[in-house]
């Protein structure tokens, strides 16, 4: 487990199971269609119930009928988990080839989460490492991405979050976002 402190924030990356946390919300790597898939999204439909499944179908049919467009963010409970939370959204497919407009979409993605968060008055949000199973986006440039976004969203909002942590199901991915993390922070960004 690493842990540093921006301002009154606590930014913590851990090894684990992201339908295992007690944060107030957990962020959901899903897909537009909203109506689960595999990988993060899976096991957290999987262990939350369909009470999940049924908002999210509730916002197809209103916000979002052609489904949740990437990079964009949606908020629903989160049935039988212990947050109380699941923030959906929807990172770039990179399928190995991660340029610019990837990077800027997966940044939105990080951005939009903690937007709808900071609205709904949460303190504390888990996200999974989006965009780097199944769509393929590059580990260590997706690491820059969310780590940049996320610093950069607690610098802009100081009183916003007592805690955020990435919960990375690697090992591998874990040592990857922590050499990233040391990186921004030598660069003192
Ligand atoms: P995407 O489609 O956005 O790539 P995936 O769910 O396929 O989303 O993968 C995103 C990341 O989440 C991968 O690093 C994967 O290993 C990881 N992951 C899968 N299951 C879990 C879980 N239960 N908790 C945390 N991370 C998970």
Redesign the pocket.
């Known amino acids: 487990m690493k842990e540093v402190k921006i301002g009154k924030t606590t930014l913590s990356l851990i090894v684990g199971?992201?339908?295992e946390v007690d944060t107030e919300a957990i962020v959901n790597?899903a897909n537009p269609t909203l109506m689960g898939g595999?990988?993060?999204?899976g096991?957290i439909h999987s262990k939350g119930g369909p009470s999940i499944l049924k908002e999210c179908i509730q916002i197809r049919k209103t916000l979002y009928p052609e489904g949740l467009p990437t990079g964009k963010a949606v908020i629903t409970n989160a049935g039988n988990l212990k947050a109380k939370y699941v923030i959906h959204t929807v990172?770039p497919i990179c399928n190995g080839v991660m340029t610019e407009k990837e990077k800027e979409l997966l940044s939105d993605a990080y951005r939009n989460s903690l937007l709808i968060a900071k609205q709904h008055n949460i303190k504390s949000v888990s996200f999974?490492?989006?965009?780097?199973?199944?769509?393929r986006c590059d580990i260590k440039e997706s690491s820059k991405v969310a780590l940049k976004t996320v610093i950069d969203f607690i610098k802009q909002n100081p009183d916003t979050f007592d805690k955020i942590q990435f919960?990375?199901?690697?090992e591998n991915?874990y040592k990857l976002y922590q050499q990233t993390l040391e990186e921004i922070l030598n660069e003192s960004y």
Do not use: E, K, N, W
Not at 38 to 41: P, S
Not at 130 to 135: F, L, P
Not at 167 to 170: G, K
């Open positions: 199971d992201i339908t790597a595999g990988g993060v999204d096991a990172g999974p490492s989006i965009s780097t199973g199944a769509y919960v990375l199901f690697q991915i």
